[in-house]
């Protein structure tokens, strides 16, 4: 291929195609035609991408013709049915979704620790591990090459943005509310079920979530296990090629606008030191040690959002397991997350596609 | 004794001290005085027990004159400093702060678990565990009976009022700020640090705790742990005789005004099953299990201010460790963290001196 490939960004007017438009205009431009496809409802608009504005199409099966490479973030079910129409097009699908993480025959990629998955994909399709996994596997991926990993367990910290536009909106608009009633009830949250009677629209929650804590993600499986708790057992395994790694996960949102935070206890095979393990993940691709107590550093979602790389702090030796760590880890949730991580393996792809 | 034993409350007018005159009110009634003591700032206040007026006294060594029991509700520093000079008076003390927990001749006790333990005092101080120990330990001492602990991975979501009335002060300060300014500024919380850009004053806080998480509590110790987090460590080991169980915390203050949260993997020497371990907790003293996510049951911290027990919901046996549990547990700071459990400590200490 002699011409740059063009790339389609399905999903374009969402929270995560919004960040997607924003990395492009950012990174270095690898694309000939950037062509952005939403829902019947968004088509029209025109949001800029690479500083000119571009009109988003509906999404039919001809929005991909004359398209290399396109990234899906959409929900499940639009995933599921569209991804394999463009992929039976020779479009690379470079996809978000939950849909096609686990099967076997779909690469599940994470550029700084798996990227010769990639090229393996006979179905045409390569998936994007969830934000959760996201915001800890390039720095659990650099330990465990170092230390050999036996154990996780993982209890997440997750921002309301995981369930997208409306998610946030939801969480601004319980924000605004308890805040603004808080001059005239003091007593607001310290009363049983309060928030219940102040916020009568949870949006897309289980419960309140403005100065709360809500310990459910995602949907039932077996076993009283959310599917977002097992997908981040199933998605390290795959990612890090550890089929009988042990990991539990407990998944709670907070009251948080942007970037999952995570508290991760990991077992290795191997000792470990504070010292040693600082200095691996100061020196991994993807990741920023921040992580000087006494100086006051360590990562909080709000100082994370708009970054890059997972940001990694509270590293201590387990007092009572000399090969185990307890970490305290941040990613955005819509840019390494996903929107990011999505970018990175579409130029991947474009560099096949454009042999030196 | 033929009389009622007197009570001190010494810390009446803090955050705790407010909780547990409430409860006093609420009780059965087995004190003869409750004299209420605090700072000379704070003396002469005339907060209700029981009904009435009571003026506060300050605190002085006259101050517990013919008390039996004294309850401190007061930091550290304080409690180090007056609860020998009370003891050596013959007022036995039951103290909130973390100055005796781990001294080896003061019993650190929760009723529900270890009420024999209250018995040997010699030196008349009794103490009583951390709010965050005390948001798990009834179920996980339920749990131990049966299974036999061997292990606990513990996160914290913190409430704000754990750093007292400055504390929940400054997170409604913070949640007034953010939620009045929604209106004006949609992006609040979508800006890489922009939270500290608006929330100038952090309180108590390490970082701004308004739509953010701060993966900090405590003092810094040997290692990058927290005084917390190794508090959760001991106090765990001395209230359940386990002196070689394996321990690890990660501490971290959520955007909450009352009610702590924890997320715990506990790993037990014997297998257990989801059903029995329900079974045991619905069982248990002092612990609420509330566990049915098809229902959209699971505790969450506003749903449970306010009431005594421990809160128990996503019970899952561990996918991949036949003997391991993970739970979500939430517990009233305040109450059965604090005020509830000093109290219940008190009321042990007066059946005492009240022989049938």
Redesign the interface.
Known sequence: MTRRPNLAVVGATGAVGEVLLGLLSLRQDVWGEVRLVASPRSAGRTPVVRGESVEVLALTEEAFDGIDVAVFAVPDEISARWAPIAAAKGVVVVDDSAAFRIADDVPLVVPEVNAAALRIRPRGIVSSPASTTLAMIAAIGALHAEYGLA?L?V?S?QAASGEGRYGEAAL?EQ??????L??GR?E?????????AVIADHGPF???L???????TGT?TD????SEE?GI?DESRKILNLP???????C?R?????TH?L?V?ALFEREVT?EHAQEILRGAPGVVLY?D??A?E??????????DPVWV?????????PA?L???LCGDNLRKGAALNLLQIAELVAGELRPA
Chains 1, 2 share one sequence.
């Open positions: 154990e367990v209890a910290y601004r924000t605004a509310l308890v805040g603004g808080d001059a003091q607001i949250g310290r009363q049983t079920g309060d928030l219940r289980a419960a309140p403005a100065l709360n804590a809500v310990p459910w039932l076993g009283g296990w959310s097992v057992r009988a790694l042990r990991v539990s996960a407990t709670v907070i009251p948080v606008v942007r935070a508290a206890h504070q992580d107590p006494a006051g360590f990562p909080t979602p709000n100082d994370v959002v708009g970054t702090g509270r590293v201590r030796r387990a007092l009572d397991q185990a307890d970490l305290f």
